[in-house]
């Protein structure tokens, strides 16, 4: 008989991939630790309530939740929780908050942030994105060139802070 018309092992729906980690070192601000405990905690949660549904149809979607406890865990064992008030108060480095104009005159504002915390819409750039790696280590006044796939624009920086202690 072909194997085509045979019903597959229900053990290969425990086959889920891991969710890769990147290959960075897991800079994170304080902030961004506390959120990986928040996420670690919602899929703890999660999990206890899947599997304390006697009835669960859905096993894949408990292997999800596992699959990405797992990885929520992992990055917090590598987390190296940078002291933001310790870095050069005078350049761009992990976790500085920083204003840009353009040659166009668009004005940006953002905070350098680790990979988990980053999020664009807010203002929070991963420090391994283009546009932090193209400031990291300008101080107020330096024109810096910002390679993008569109085209590469200059960014003057007009301010750098640092969150206090």
């Known amino acids: 008989m072909s194997r085509a018309f045979v019903k597959e092992n229900d053990d290969q729906a425990t086959e889920l991939p891991e969710r890769p980690q990147s290959p960075h070192p897991n800079f994170v601000t304080a902030h961004g630790l506390d959120l990986l405990h928040q996420q670690e905690e919602a899929l703890e949660d999660q999990r206890s309530r899947l599997m304390a549904d006697e009835q669960l149809l859905d096993k894949e979607q408990l292997l999800v939740v ?8 992992d990055r917090i064992i590598k987390a190296i929780v940078v002291d933001v008030a310790a870095q050069p108060q005078d350049s761009v480095d992990f ?4 204003d840009t104009v353009d040659e166009h005159d668009v004005k940006r504002h953002f905070q350098i942030v680790g990979e988990d915390e980053a999020d664009p819409t807010a203002g929070k750039l991963s420090w391994v994105s283009p546009f932090a790696l193209a400031l990291k280590d300008a101080k107020v006044g330096d024109v810096v060139i910002w390679k993008r796939p569109v085209g590469d624009l200059e960014l003057e920086v007009t301010r750098i802070t640092y969150p206090k202690g």
């Open 66 to 73: 596992e699959r990405d406890l797992r990885y929520v865990q």
């Open 95 to 98: 976790g500085a908050t920083v």
